[in-house]
């Protein structure tokens, strides 16, 4: 992957494009990459944006406004914090905050913050207006469960590594419940494509993560 920060500022530009404050622009985006690259950040830091809009490209064909799931994508995890258990709510209010300060109507607005929100039970709201993307949005940002071991193995190591303040017991206790919450749904992917390359292997996959708490 070429430079993570030269990647995403490029998508930055391109989904800003249309602004001419620069000065907010610059502004808004140098707040996004101070947030990414706070101490701690193992896992949710600009290289999963990166990763997520690497994907994204891979099947922006399915997307019905792309520069929805763009700016979600971008804000999703701009607010991180393992003390804390608002950090959808957070990031979606600093997305709010950058977006009507760069002149996007509200509505786009509130459909930005809705796909945030929606990553914190990773449910798609059938009341949304924008459901396909919502559910591309929801397969993008857990694709990372069906990966191979090699690479789930590392991507758990670094959530290990972001909570680390909790001695193991507690920690194992926690993920091991966030684990069996996502195995209890019905279906981890809502789209087909998302659903057929990587349901089987994410749930053989958290099911062996919990083997090894």
Same mark, same amino acid.
């Given at each position: !992957?070429?430079?993570?920060?030269?990647?995403?500022?490029?998508?930055?530009?391109?989904?800003?494009?249309?602004?001419?404050?620069?000065?907010?622009?610059?502004?808004?985006?140098?707040?996004?990459?101070? +947030?990414?690259? $706070? $101490? %701690?950040?193992?896992?949710?830091?600009?290289? @999963?944006?990166?990763?997520?809009? @690497?994907?994204?490209?891979?099947?922006?064909?399915?997307?019905?406004?792309?520069?929805?799931?763009?700016?979600?994508?971008?804000?999703? #995890?701009?607010?991180?914090?393992?003390?804390?258990?608002?950090?959808?709510?957070?990031?979606?209010?600093?997305?709010?905050?950058?977006?009507?300060?760069?002149?996007?109507?509200?509505?786009?607005?509130?459909?930005?913050?809705?796909?945030?929100?929606?990553?914190?039970? +990773?449910?798609?709201?059938?009341?949304?207006?924008?459901?396909?993307? !919502?559910?591309?949005? &929801?397969?993008? #940002?857990?694709?990372?469960? %069906?990966?191979?071991?090699?690479?789930?193995?590392?991507?758990?190591?670094?959530? $290990?590594?972001?909570?680390?303040?909790?001695?193991?017991?507690?920690?194992?206790? %926690? $993920?091991? +419940?966030?684990?069996?919450? &996502?195995?209890?749904?019905?279906?981890?992917?809502?789209?087909? +494509?998302?659903?057929?390359?990587?349901?089987?292997?994410?749930?053989?996959? !958290?099911?062996?993560?919990?083997?090894? &708490?």
């Amino acid at each position: !992957m070429e430079n993570v920060v030269e990647y995403l500022e490029a998508k930055w530009n391109k989904l800003t494009g249309f602004n001419k404050k620069e000065d907010v622009k610059d502004k808004c985006w140098t707040e996004l990459v101070e +947030h990414y690259s $706070r $101490r %701690g950040r193992f896992y949710h830091n600009l290289k @999963h944006v990166a990763n997520l809009f @690497h994907l994204f490209d891979e099947h922006i064909s399915l997307a019905e406004n792309p520069a929805l799931i763009g700016f979600a994508i971008f804000y999703h #995890d701009i607010v991180y914090d393992t003390l804390r258990n608002d950090n959808e709510e957070q990031s979606a209010l600093k997305a709010q905050e950058h977006l009507l300060q760069l002149n996007f109507k509200q509505s786009f607005v509130d459909n930005v913050g809705a796909l945030i929100l929606a990553t914190k039970d +990773h449910t798609v709201d059938p009341a949304y207006p924008y459901q396909n993307d !919502m559910a591309l949005f &929801l397969d993008l #940002d857990l694709a990372v469960l %069906g990966e191979e071991w090699q690479d789930y193995e590392y991507y758990s190591s670094n959530i $290990r590594n972001e909570f680390n303040q909790y001695p193991d017991p507690v920690f194992n206790s %926690g $993920r091991k +419940h966030a684990l069996y919450q &996502l195995l209890q749904k019905e279906r981890l992917y809502y789209t087909s +494509h998302f659903q057929q390359q990587f349901e089987a292997k994410a749930r053989q996959n !958290m099911q062996r993560e919990i083997s090894l &708490l």
